[in-house]
Nanobody, 116 residues
Framework: QVRLVESGGGSVEAGGSLRLSCVSSATEFGAHPMAWYWKPPGKQRLKVATISADFTTTYVDSVKGRFTITRDNDERTVYLQMNSLKPEDTGEYYC??????????WGPGTRVTVSS
């Protein structure tokens, strides 16, 4: 099973930036599409960005133009560059393989708090 560890969260003011990282234990990391999920306080996780094995990216409308997902296959790491942060971006952020055939464990997540 794939294990994931997220990091890079913190507290910032509105308009600020953060760069999240997620390290995967998968030996075939480069073959997996990956996704970042956002969990607002008291709500369910929502997929916000994906990156395929060929580096094609997708974003939910609320983060388009502000967030950028990238990956480094040599480091087994996926990143989420978050710019122009808004208070409504606050929550826990998680990554996971974007493929239900991959058996994985959710990581601890990384907390992002954006103040107005």
């Amino acid at each position: 099973q794939v294990r994931l560890v997220e990091s890079g969260g913190g507290s910032v003011e509105a308009g600020g930036s953060l760069r999240l990282s997620c390290v995967s234990s998968a030996t075939e990391f480069g073959a997996h599409p990956m996704a970042w999920y956002w969990k607002p306080p008291g709500k369910q996780r929502l997929k916000v960005a994906t990156i395929s094995a060929d580096f094609t990216t997708t974003y939910v409308d609320s983060v388009k133009g502000r967030f950028t997902i990238t990956r480094d296959n040599d480091e087994r790491t996926v990143y989420l560059q978050m710019n122009s942060l808004k208070p409504e971006d606050t929550g826990e952020y998680y990554c996971r393989p974007d493929d239900d055939r991959v058996y994985f464990l959710w990581g601890p997540g990384t907390r992002v708090t954006v103040s107005s």
